[in-house]
């Protein structure tokens, strides 16, 4: 029996737009549990493909060695969880704002429908799996209205209800509440010492390697570095910080002119006694809620307790909204203002938003539609609105990437394109519902601190939804904890 279960020399991918630089080598042995790790758009997710078998070699070979199974075939044997998956990228009809109009739509599954046609639900590796992530208590909910979190459980359980013998996740535990993410990790280590399995972890956070894993490979700049041991990893990692660059941001938010007119009322929000339910399910019950103008809020809660939910009611994205007891900007939801009206005030970004975007456009138009709001750019902004977006780019560190295809972004860099986004237009109220997903270390920094200092701009509102405490910018006023539903 050969010592390893995938084998890849000397290997370069066909497509020129999926290649690496170098030949690349990649060795799993029986046993081993790898993380593979390096900065957003260093090439992860190439070695990945070419690992996968789902990019065809040019040269070199992949060989490998899945036994006991009885078939040798990479896409028997090898199930990834790619970052897009959080998001549902692969239902090519998703569109904006559909999750608020969903109950509308009777043909599409709920979680047990799905699940039910896709497992076999008696068996008892399914019911612990079930158990372990808390699945029965959204069983009812349609698919497309899951949140983030629940929708990353639920492609785990579908993925690690197949028994595959190499597990491949990319960044496991974005979109998951704490007591998630440590279930998922006491998970993981247990299938690794199982014997059964073998685990390959993709990271953008290069210092959040699990205790289970055996060894790292990183990957920098379309190049794939040597194996190492977890341990020797660690003990030369370093991470930099480059304090002229964090000076260099500032400056250059502080300069930005303010354009817009002063908002006339100090309530940014004004909720009373709200309740939001599909079906038989409450999601939100009896919330009230004040904002006062300059505020910066964190908002908090498990997975599925309604914080994109109670966002959606502030953005006028949710339909709902216009029976509930809403003011927004000191208007009374429902009194006559547009959408447009509302939004012009609003920068935001969200998994939704995310998980909206297929359109292939070049990153710049991308950043320049949040100057109308818009998901594509069907209004030519102004050469003077350009130059805010080329400066907005810079600033996140993407500008190199203006004329490049959103779709040919790595999911960190696109990230990063719809930040920019939400902030082209300066706005009053900024809302960042979990912005540093997908982000590496580096850019979780520069991102945090590009944030702060917006803060600190004359009358600027935050609302900010993370499940990291660390992630939040020392600005912050005020909190609010969504308890969910049952």
Known sequence: MNLYTIRMQDAMARNPQIRLKSESNFLLNKNEHIAVVGANGSGKTHLINMICGNAPLNKGSIEYDFSPSNSNLAYENIKSIAFKDTYGAADANYY??????????????????????????????????????????????????????????????????????????????????????????????RLSHSGDIQIILVLSMVDDIPDFITHVVTVDNLIVGEKVERSQYLKQLTINTDKDCFEKLESMINNIEEDFEPLKSDDIINMNNIT?????????????????????????????????????????????SYACNISLFGNKRGSGESIWEIKK???????????????????????????????????????????????????????????????????????????????????????????????????????????????????????????????????????KFLKKNN
């Open 276 to 320: 939001i339910k599909y079906g038989e399910r409450t999601i939100l019950k009896d919330l009230s809620w004040n904002v006062k103008r300059g505020e910066k809020w964190a908002l908090s809660g498990e997975n599925g307790a309604g914080k994109s939910t109670l966002l959606s009611l502030v953005c006028a994205d949710n339909p709902q």
């Open 345 to 479: 005030h609003i920068g935001y970004v969200s998994p939704e938003m995310h998980r909206a975007y297929r359109e292939n456009l070049p990153t710049i138009e991308i950043v320049a539609s949040g100057l109308h709001d818009s998901i594509g750019l069907y209004k030519r902004p102004k050469p003077e609105q350009m130059g805010i977006c080329n400066l907005w780019m810079d600033i996140f560190g993407i500008l190199k990437y203006r004329d490049i295809p959103f779709l040919q972004l790595s999911s960190g860099e696109q990230r990063l394109a719809l930040l920019a986004r939400a902030f082209v237009k300066d706005p009053e109220l900024l809302i960042l519902d979990e912005p540093l997903h997908g982000l590496d270390t580096w850019n979780r920094m520069r991102v945090k601190f590009i944030i702060e200092s917006f803060c600190k701009r004359k009358d600027k509102t935050l609302i900010m939804v993370t499940h990291y405490q660390n992630e939040l910018p020392n600005s912050i006023t005020n909190s």
């Open 96 to 189: 904006y704002q559909q999750r608020w109009n969903s109950m509308e739509q009777d043909d599409i599954p709920t979680v047990g429908e799905q699940l039910g046609k896709d497992l076999d639900i008696s068996s008892s590796h399914i019911k612990e799996l079930y158990s372990l992530f808390g699945i029965n208590d959204f069983l009812d909910k349609k698919v497309i209205s899951l949140s983030s979190g629940e929708l990353r459980k639920f492609q785990l359980i579908k993925t690690l209800s197949a028994s595959p013998r190499v597990l491949i996740i990319d960044n496991p535990f974005i979109g998951l509440d704490t007591p998630s993410r440590n279930l998922l990790q006491k998970a993981l280590s």
